[in-house]
């Protein structure tokens, strides 16, 4: 069982950063593929990014409107896998959820249904 906690959203203007963090349980974190999602109201949950297995930023895959602009990275030893946002835009405003399952393709897959471990989300929003 994995438990998995966000951190780091908020309310801020386009064109600047946030850092998103979500905290993972248990002592086997370095054994799931992790991925951040993101769900805008009336919208369905869509992939945003994802970081595989090693430490540090890894092997990692984006969603084509956040390349360039947003850094997946994982800390196996604090259990924290991060999110680092930059140049934002109002239409990154969404809830943001953090991903876990022992399958790197089914994160990178992003078919929701499929994975293991959801956090319970951070809002993001982004005025212009």
């Known amino acids: 069982q994995v438990q998995l906690v966000e951190s780091g959203g908020g309310l801020v203007q386009a064109g600047v950063s946030l850092r998103l963090s979500c905290e993972a349980s248990g002592r086997t974190f370095s054994r799931y593929a992790m991925g951040w999602f993101r769900q805008a109201p009336g919208k369905e949950r869509e992939f945003v990014a994802a970081v595989s297995y090693g430490n540090g930023y890894g092997r990692s895959y984006y969603t084509d409107s956040v390349k360039g602009r947003f850094t997946i990275s994982r800390d196996n030893a604090k259990n924290t896998v991060y999110l680092q946002m930059n140049s934002l835009k109002p239409e990154d405003t969404a809830v943001y959820y953090c991903?876990?399952?022992?399958?790197?393709?089914?994160?990178?897959?992003?078919?929701?249904?499929?994975?293991?471990?959801w956090g319970q989300g951070t809002q993001v929003t982004v005025s212009s």
């Open positions: 991903a876990a399952d022992p399958l790197w393709n089914t994160v990178v897959a992003g078919t929701v249904a499929d994975i293991d471990y």
